[in-house]
């Protein structure tokens, strides 16, 4: 399934607006692409003494574009629905993705048909703010304390940017030249005991599949939608007063952030189609795709 597949939401009143969102759906298709045809090359090449340093930097360029791209489209996807939809629901704002999922929770509004979307976005965009979103964040507002690594993890044949915070592990060369993390053991015991006093189901880790560094990251992550968390490194602004909170912080700056592509078109097409029905629903608009 590609980009090609998503639902596009076209008024005859913005058409202009169409065009900006099929544009971003296809930057997103291709940088997609690009990255699928550069992993091959990397993981062809990832046993060799030396690696294929130009396939890493396309590599780490185009993860990072992917979800810059990602949350270019989010911005124009919600002022779309807003200037087409609801421009007559006073507060809700369009200026950002981010600022539309918070704006939305001040709105008390009676209209059936908006209360529908609310609630579909606050059940389901909520989370694109950790999993996009706030990534995005980080990769265009990294401070320069930040050390930024790339892993090839063996277990998963996955391609990952780490971005530590504090240093607590180390990236080591064994066998083949294949890349292992090396972390402190004490922080895997705090953030599994830390993941028992929350309300989640966590899978057990499977040593066959994914590597011991990226499980861990995994939990975090289910910790973080559980907070729904608006900033997941920077200063806790309203939550400063509840340790659990601060607690999770510590723990994600103690293991740093790690990303790649993977998931992330699923979740723009789950979430767009979702919204397109919502909207269908709302204004009986005509679904088409391109």
Same mark, same amino acid.
């Given at each position: 399934?590609m980009?090609?597949?998503?639902?596009?939401? =076209?008024?005859?009143?913005?058409?202009?607006?169409s065009?900006?969102?099929?544009?971003?759906?296809?930057y997103?298709?291709?940088? &997609?692409?690009?990255?699928?045809?550069?992993?091959?090359?990397?993981?062809?090449?990832?046993?060799?003494?030396?690696?294929?340093?130009?396939?890493?930097?396309?590599?780490?360029?185009?993860?990072?574009s992917?979800f810059?791209?990602?949350?270019? =489209?989010?911005? =124009?996807?919600?002022k779309?629905?807003?200037?087409?939809?609801?421009?007559?629901?006073?507060g809700?704002?369009?200026?950002?993705?981010?600022?539309h999922?918070?704006?939305l929770?001040?709105?008390?509004?009676c209209?059936e048909?908006?209360?529908l979307?609310?609630?579909?976005?606050?059940?389901?965009g909520?989370?694109?703010l950790?999993?996009?979103?706030?990534?995005?964040?980080?990769?265009?507002?990294?401070?320069?304390?930040?050390?930024? &690594?790339?892993?090839?993890?063996?277990?998963?044949?996955?391609?990952?940017?780490?971005?530590?915070?504090d240093?607590?592990? &180390?990236?080591d &060369?064994?066998?083949?030249?294949?890349?292992?993390?090396?972390?402190?053991?004490?922080l895997?015991?705090?953030?599994?005991?830390?993941?028992?006093?929350?309300?989640?189901?966590?899978?057990?880790?499977?040593?066959?599949?994914?590597?011991?560094?990226?499980?861990?990251?995994?939990?975090l992550?289910?910790?973080?939608?559980?907070?729904?968390?608006?900033?997941i490194?920077?200063?806790?602004r309203?939550?400063?007063?509840?340790?659990?909170?601060?607690?999770?912080?510590?723990?994600?700056?103690?293991?740093?952030?790690?990303?790649?592509?993977?998931?992330? =078109?699923?979740?723009?097409?789950?979430?767009?189609?979702?919204?397109?029905?919502?909207?269908?629903?709302?204004?009986?608009?005509?679904?088409?795709?391109?």
């Amino acid at each position: 399934m590609m980009f090609k597949d998503l639902p596009v939401f =076209y008024s005859d009143q913005d058409p202009q607006g169409s065009m900006i969102l099929i544009e971003a759906l296809d930057y997103l298709q291709i940088i &997609s692409e690009r990255i699928k045809k550069e992993k091959e090359k990397f993981l062809k090449s990832s046993n060799l003494i030396l690696h294929n340093l130009v396939e890493e930097k396309k590599l780490t360029l185009d993860i990072k574009s992917l979800f810059i791209f990602s949350k270019i =489209y989010l911005d =124009y996807l919600i002022k779309y629905i807003t200037i087409n939809f609801f421009s007559k629901v006073q507060g809700l704002n369009d200026r950002s993705f981010h600022r539309h999922i918070n704006s939305l929770k001040a709105i008390d509004d009676c209209d059936e048909k908006f209360n529908l979307y609310k609630k579909f976005m606050s059940e389901n965009g909520v989370k694109l703010l950790y999993q996009i979103c706030n990534i995005r964040d980080i990769i265009t507002h990294q401070k320069l304390s930040i050390k930024e &690594s790339i892993l090839y993890d063996p277990d998963s044949s996955e391609f990952h940017i780490i971005l530590e915070i504090d240093k607590n592990y &180390s990236i080591d &060369s064994i066998g083949n030249n294949e890349i292992k993390l090396v972390f402190n053991p004490d922080l895997d015991d705090k953030i599994m005991e830390f993941a028992k006093t929350f309300n989640v189901e966590i899978e057990p880790h499977d040593p066959t599949k994914i590597s011991r560094f990226i499980y861990l990251n995994i939990v975090l992550q289910l910790l973080e939608e559980k907070f729904q968390l608006s900033d997941i490194i920077k200063e806790m602004r309203l939550k400063k007063s509840n340790k659990k909170f601060e607690n999770l912080i510590q723990l994600r700056k103690e293991l740093g952030l790690v990303f790649n592509e993977e998931g992330v =078109y699923e979740i723009i097409f789950s979430f767009t189609e979702g919204l397109a029905n919502i909207l269908k629903k709302i204004a009986g608009i005509e679904r088409r795709r391109f």
